[in-house]
C-alpha cells in the first residue's frame, strides 16, 4: 500500500488555526493523494480541545518544540496564557493518530508553535522567525515520522516516487 501523509487541517483548507482562518495547499499533489486515500487530516491543537479562534501562541523565550517536549521551555499565549499541557497533547494525538493509520510522512504549515518544521517564531510575538520546530513536529520527527513544511511538497513529492518506484 501507498504510504500514507499526516497532514494539517488548515492546509487541507479547514478554517482551524489560531485566527479562524485556513490555509489551503493548491497542489495537484495534494488532490491526488486525496483521491488515493494517503492523506490523513489533523489540527493537533484542535485535538487537544484548543479553541477556533485562539490566542495567538508561540515557544517562550527562542526555544523550540524539541525544548518543550523535554520540559524545558513553556509555550505562552499573547495574552499570557500558558497553553504547554496543551500543545504537548496536540503533539501526543498527532503522534498517536499517525501510528493508528500507518503514516510514515507529514506534511504540516510552517511557522506554527506546533506544525512548524523548518522555522518558528522567537516567542516575542514581533514576527521574528527563526530555524526550528514546533511542539507536534519535533515529536513526530523524533519518532521516526518524515516531518516536511508546505514549502517543500516538491521534496516529499520526490520522496514518495522514490519511495513507491522502491515497493515494486
Given at each position: 500500500?501507498?504510504?500514507r501523509?499526516?497532514?494539517?487541517?488548515?492546509?487541507?483548507?479547514?478554517?482551524?488555526?489560531?485566527?479562524g482562518?485556513a490555509?489551503?495547499?493548491l497542489?495537484?499533489?495534494?488532490?491526488?493523494?486525496?483521491?488515493e486515500?494517503?492523506l490523513v487530516?489533523i489540527?493537533?491543537?484542535?485535538?487537544?480541545?484548543?479553541?477556533?479562534?485562539?490566542?495567538?501562541?508561540?515557544?517562550?523565550?527562542?526555544r523550540?518544540?524539541?525544548?518543550?517536549?523535554?520540559?524545558?521551555?513553556?509555550?505562552?499565549?499573547?495574552?499570557?496564557g500558558?497553553?504547554?499541557?496543551?500543545f504537548?497533547?496536540?503533539?501526543?494525538?498527532?503522534?498517536?493518530?499517525?501510528?493508528?493509520?500507518?503514516?510514515?510522512?507529514?506534511?504540516?504549515?510552517?511557522?506554527?508553535?506546533?506544525?512548524g518544521?523548518?522555522f518558528?517564531?522567537?516567542?516575542?510575538?514581533?514576527?521574528?522567525?527563526f530555524a526550528?520546530?514546533?511542539v507536534?513536529?519535533?515529536?513526530?520527527?523524533?519518532?521516526?515520522?518524515?516531518?516536511?513544511?508546505?514549502?517543500q511538497?516538491?521534496?516529499?513529492i520526490?520522496?514518495?516516487?522514490?519511495e513507491?518506484?522502491?515497493?515494486r
Amino acid at each position: 500500500m501507498a504510504s500514507r501523509i499526516l497532514v494539517s487541517a488548515c492546509l487541507m483548507g479547514h478554517a482551524v488555526r489560531y485566527d479562524g482562518a485556513a490555509k489551503p495547499l493548491l497542489h495537484p499533489a495534494i488532490d491526488r493523494w486525496r483521491q488515493e486515500g494517503r492523506l490523513v487530516t489533523i489540527c493537533p491543537e484542535m485535538s487537544a480541545g484548543m479553541p477556533v479562534p485562539r490566542p495567538p501562541a508561540e515557544i517562550a523565550a527562542g526555544r523550540t518544540g524539541a525544548d518543550v517536549l523535554a520540559g524545558k521551555a513553556r509555550v505562552l499565549e499573547k495574552t499570557g496564557g500558558d497553553v504547554t499541557i496543551e500543545f504537548r497533547r496536540a503533539a501526543e494525538n498527532a503522534l498517536a493518530l499517525a501510528r493508528e493509520t500507518n503514516c510514515r510522512f507529514a506534511l504540516l504549515i510552517d511557522g506554527s508553535p506546533s506544525c512548524g518544521s523548518g522555522f518558528i517564531y522567537d516567542g516575542s510575538f514581533s514576527g521574528e522567525r527563526f530555524a526550528g520546530e514546533g511542539v507536534t513536529a519535533a515529536l513526530l520527527s523524533a519518532n521516526g515520522i518524515e516531518v516536511y513544511s508546505d514549502r517543500q511538497i516538491e521534496a516529499l513529492i520526490a520522496r514518495l516516487e522514490d519511495e513507491d518506484s522502491g515497493s515494486r
